[in-house]
């Protein structure tokens, strides 16, 4: 998912840790997360779950690897190292300690921003050559056709919501009604609580009172009801801790199988 920069506004992958047009940090990186592997064995088997190119990304999960441009985790005893090898063959620690989950974590978040920064590289980069151009017939522009049908889906949208009546307390007849998205419950005096009702007439807009409970409607407020229920909504925070074994959030793993691999890594930096 791409944010904005604080410091430029430019926009950039959320798992970067800096942002690539000034070099600002990302404050909002997520370091930890129940979902992501705890061990190097996990790790291991999340690549192969996820088809992580950790060979063209030049990532070695569970290896010493000693040769130049590579990111590693590995196992040396009672530690955990988590290391980079530079352009030159020059070795930089990233962890080295007894956190296993702290070190997976470090490994697992810098494969996540190397693929974004290989991504970014290869942005506009075609996959495969181009056709050539021919002469196209003239016809209707799917465009257009796709436009007239979302406008006309709007409208009938927009006449259905006008002819449903509004949220809220009615009076008719001497009894008192409350419609909640097309449901009409009323008042029973005797069992003193709503009941399930039909709409007690063709039309209730001259019957509306107020989307707000009053003493004068009798009983008590509709919103503590059984039958009440408060709108349905998805925020950003839930779909986005839900989302982070969601492969597609990633644009898969595998999709840049024919990058050029060599591009988007700093290789002469210590991380």
């Not at 926009?11 to 970067?16: C, E, N």
């Not at 996990?42 to 690549?47: A, G, M, W």
């Not at 988590?82 to 352009?87: A, D, I, P």
């Not at 059984?226 to 349905?232: F, G, H």
Request: net charge negative.
């Amino acid at each position: 998912m791409d944010i904005k920069c604080e410091y430029c506004d430019g926009f950039f992958d959320d798992q970067r840790e800096n942002c690539p047009h000034c070099g600002a940090t990302n404050k909002h990186i997520r370091r930890v997360s129940n979902q992501i592997p705890k061990t190097i064995d996990e790790l291991k088997q999340y690549v192969i779950d996820n088809k992580v190119p950790v060979q063209q990304m030049h990532f070695h999960i569970g290896e010493d690897y000693k040769g130049p441009k590579a990111f590693g985790i590995y196992r040396d005893g009672e530690q955990v190292v988590v290391y980079k090898n530079k352009s030159d063959g020059s070795r930089a620690i990233r962890y080295a300690g007894k956190d296993e989950a702290y070190a997976v974590n470090e490994i697992y978040q810098k494969m996540r921003s190397e693929y974004a920064g290989h991504k970014e590289a290869n942005a506009g980069r075609p996959s495969q050559p181009m056709p050539s151009r021919s002469k196209k017939k003239k016809g209707i522009n799917p465009g257009v056709v796709i436009l007239l049908c979302v406008g006309i889906f709007i409208l009938i949208c927009v006449i259905y919501a006008m002819s449903q009546p509004s949220t809220g307390y009615y009076t008719y007849a001497g009894d008192h009604y409350y419609n909640q998205r097309g449901d009409w419950y009323l008042y029973d005096d005797d069992a003193d609580d709503w009941i399930p009702s039909s709409q007690p007439a063709d039309s209730m807009d001259d019957y509306y009172d107020s989307s707000y409970y009053s003493s004068n409607y009798g009983g008590y407020d509709f919103s503590d009801s059984s039958y009440y229920y408060e709108p349905s909504y998805s925020s950003d925070s839930d779909s986005y801790s839900s989302s982070w074994n969601n492969n597609n959030n990633w644009n898969s793993w595998d999709s840049g199988s024919d990058w050029n691999w060599n591009s988007g890594s700093d290789w002469n930096s210590n991380w």
